[in-house]
């Protein structure tokens, strides 16, 4: 093989080498921050994975915050009208968390079945919902509508 041939075939094989490498380094980094979001009633199906962060949204269910009197711990449960999640926050929530309001949720789920959240977010005025929690709350209705044979249409 000619001298220039053999020098250029390196060149190539060491440009595709680190191609390849910085392909591979930037799809793991992509992995490593995706959030998926799933609904309560896919959280309450198994369908959402274990000790992976996501995020999950819904409504704060009426009647279901907890606070801890000595810490900043708060329970809470997240429900599209099927299913309900527990949800578990060590913080302090959005001023305009409420009971009855949306929520999105970042954290994890344990292995007994409730969220743990690193951070939460509410929405921001009373017009607004986030566009995977309203979503998930219109299946949720149609999935309540098609059981009781309801043909009855619900807007967010």
Do not use: C, W
């Amino acid at each position: 093989m000619h001298p220039i041939r053999k020098k250029r075939l390196t060149i190539v094989l060491f440009l595709l080498v680190g191609l390849a490498i910085a392909v591979g380094l930037t799809t793991y980094a992509l992995r490593q921050n995706i959030n998926l979001f799933y609904d309560p009633t896919q959280i309450s199906a198994g369908e959402a994975p274990v000790d992976v962060r996501i995020r999950a949204g819904g409504m704060v269910e009426e009647g279901s915050v907890l606070r801890d009197p000595d810490s900043l711990m708060v329970e809470f449960k997240v429900t599209d009208f099927n299913a309900s999640v527990p949800v578990q926050y060590t913080g302090i929530l959005p001023d305009l968390f409420a009971e009855g309001q949306g929520v999105v949720a970042m954290g994890r789920l344990d292995e007994n079945g409730r969220f743990v959240a690193d951070q939460v977010l509410a929405k921001h005025d009373e017009n607004y919902m986030p566009p995977e929690v309203a979503d998930a709350l219109e299946k949720a209705s149609k999935g309540q509508h098609k059981a009781s044979g309801s043909a009855e249409t619900v807007s967010y």
